[in-house]
C-alpha cells in the first residue's frame, strides 16, 4: 500500500449532497441551454439531456421549466452581490472601490454576452404571466436585501439622513446596473467600464449633498424659531405706562 494512498474508502454522498449536485448540473445545464436558443426555444427535455438525467428530475427539483429560470435568475443576482460585497469590504483597506466596481459591469456584460437578453425575454415572458412574476419578484428579495445591507454601510459611512432607505438605494443601484448592462450589450463605447462605478460615485455625492443642505435648513429653522421665542418673552417697549392716580 502507497505511503501516500488515501486510507479512507469513498464515500458515498448523502441524500442530500445528491440533490445540490443534481440541481447543480441541471443549472449549468439550463444556462447553456437558455443561452443557445433563448428561454422560450429551449425545453425542458433538452435541458435534462444535456445534464444527463430524465426531464422527471428536471420537475422533481423545481417543478417547471419557469422556476428553473428563475432559480438562476436568484442565483446569477445573488452572485453579482456577493462580487460587490467583496469589493467594498477589500476597499475599507484603502482601495478605491470605483475602479472595481466597473470591472464588475465590465464582466458581466463581456464575459456572459447571453445572459442580458435572457433576462429581457424572461421579463417579458413575465409580466403577462403575473403569478410567475410575483414569483420571481419574491426570489429576487434576498438578493435585494443583501445588498441593501451593504447600502446601509456606506449610507453610514457618508453620513446620510435617517429618512434615506437602504432598501431604496439598493434598488436603485440594481437598476442602474441591469440598465448599464442592457447599454452596454447595445452600444459597448457608451457605457466605459468605469461608468458603474462613476454613477454610484453621483449618487453618494447626491445623497451626501442633499444631507448636508436638509441638516443647513433644518439650522436656520431652528435659529429662526428661537429667535421668535425670544422676541415674543421681551417686554413690549411701546407700550406707555399710566401715570400715577393723582392723591385728592
Known amino acids: 500500500m502507497s505511503a501516500h494512498a488515501d486510507p479512507t474508502p469513498n464515500r458515498r454522498p448523502t441524500r442530500a449532497e445528491a440533490k445540490a449536485r443534481t440541481r447543480r448540473l441541471l443549472l449549468d445545464a439550463a444556462a447553456r441551454t437558455y443561452a443557445r436558443k433563448g428561454f422560450a426555444g429551449a425545453s425542458v427535455e433538452e435541458i435534462a439531456e444535456a445534464a444527463g438525467f430524465s426531464i422527471g428530475a428536471v420537475y422533481s427539483n423545481f417543478g417547471s421549466k419557469d422556476r428553473l429560470f428563475v432559480e438562476l435568475l436568484k442565483e446569477r443576482a445573488s452572485e453579482q452581490v456577493s462580487r460587490a460585497t467583496k ?19 465590465a464582466n458581466a456584460a463581456d464575459k456572459d454576452p447571453d445572459f442580458a437578453p435572457l433576462q429581457a425575454e424572461f421579463w417579458l415572458y413575465a409580466v403577462r404571466n403575473p403569478p410567475l412574476l410575483e414569483t420571481l419578484a419574491e426570489e429576487l428579495r434576498a438578493p435585494r436585501a443583501e445588498l ?32 448599464l448592462l442592457r447599454q452596454r450589450r447595445i452600444d459597448p463605447a457608451s ?41 415674543s418673552e421681551a417686554p413690549d417697549d411701546t407700550t406707555t405706562a399710566e401715570p400715577p392716580e393723582e392723591k385728592r
Open 191 to 231: 457605457v466605459p467600464d468605469e461608468l458603474l462605478g462613476q454613477a454610484m460615485r453621483w449618487l453618494f455625492a447626491g445623497i451626501a449633498a442633499h444631507g448636508t443642505a436638509a441638516g443647513a435648513q433644518d439650522t436656520e429653522v431652528l435659529a429662526g424659531t428661537a429667535t421668535d421665542l425670544r422676541g
Open 87 to 105: 469589493i467594498v469590504a477589500d476597499a475599507q483597506t484603502g482601495d478605491d472601490p470605483v475602479p472595481a466596481l466597473g470591472r464588475l459591469l
Open 148 to 179: 441593501a445591507s451593504l447600502m446601509g454601510k456606506a449610507l453610514d459611512h457618508i453620513g446620510a439622513p435617517p429618512a434615506v432607505s437602504a432598501d431604496a438605494v439598493a434598488t436603485i443601484a440594481m437598476a442602474l446596473f441591469q440598465g
